[in-house]
T-cell receptor, first 109, second 114 residues
């Protein structure tokens, strides 16, 4: 499974757009990119998944360049409740089992 | 309604004891998983079951044994507990392994071995 690299932590203020980039240089042809969110004392929660170009849902957008060696999770207008750890996973669809350390996002008032 | 539930939420026990953690999902999913999250917050897959068949076992000590009485349940049995087993254990489920979008995680069981 492809290894991923993300920033360990990020700070933002309420109302700002937050972009978290994940590097996955050895992504395979069949691999999908999936992002999860984990609040303290809770299990991870699926946010978004994509294969290429751009995917958008009610929570976030996922931007994937043509070479697919990286991806960017975009959270529009974050609030305090978006403070969490965000994980980028890469693997065959349905078999994204390798969670890295994730990015700890702190949203400040 | 809770999609994936685990019991107990907290478990404190002595080294050498045997303990079990229960997991149930009411989503009608075919595949269930167990993950371990250690003190450094790394989430690692331990097992997954698909239609009562173990399909992944990631170099987990054989003191850990998953038991699936039916598709909705995947329990985790741990024998001869060690200090290093202290962690948060998450159960998860997904519709299947082929073309599945997402895994649904339970709230976690916090295990402390003294």
């Amino acid at each position: 499974l492809a290894k991923t690299t993300q920033p360990i932590s990020m700070d933002s203020y309420e109302g700002q757009e937050v972009n978290i980039t994940c590097s996955h240089n050895n992504i395979a042809t069949n691999d999908y990119i999936t992002w999860y969110q984990q609040f303290p004392s809770q299990g991870p929660r699926f946010i978004i998944q994509g294969y290429k170009t751009k995917v958008t849902n009610e929570v976030a957008s996922l931007f994937i360049p043509a070479d697919r060696k990286s991806s960017t999770l975009s959270l529009p207008r974050v609030s305090l409740s978006d403070t969490a750890v965000y994980y980028c996973l890469v693997g065959v669809k349905g078999q994204n089992f390798v969670f890295g350390p994730g990015t700890r996002l702190s949203v400040l008032p | 309604d809770t999609a994936v539930s685990q019991t107990p939420k907290y478990l404190v026990t002595q080294m050498g004891n045997d303990k079990s953690i229960k997991c149930e999902q009411n989503l009608g999913h075919d595949t269930m998983y167990w993950y371990k999250q250690d003190s450094k917050k790394f989430l690692k897959i331990m097992f997954s079951y698909n239609n009562k068949e173990l399909i992944i076992n990631e170099t987990v000590p054989n003191r850990f044994s998953p038991k699936s009485p039916d598709k909705a349940h995947l329990n985790l049995h741990i024998n001869s507990l060690e200090l290093g087993d202290s962690a948060v254990y998450f159960c998860a489920s997904s519709q299947d392994l082929a073309g599945v979008r997402t895994q649904y995680f339970g709230p976690g069981t916090r295990l402390l071995v003294l």
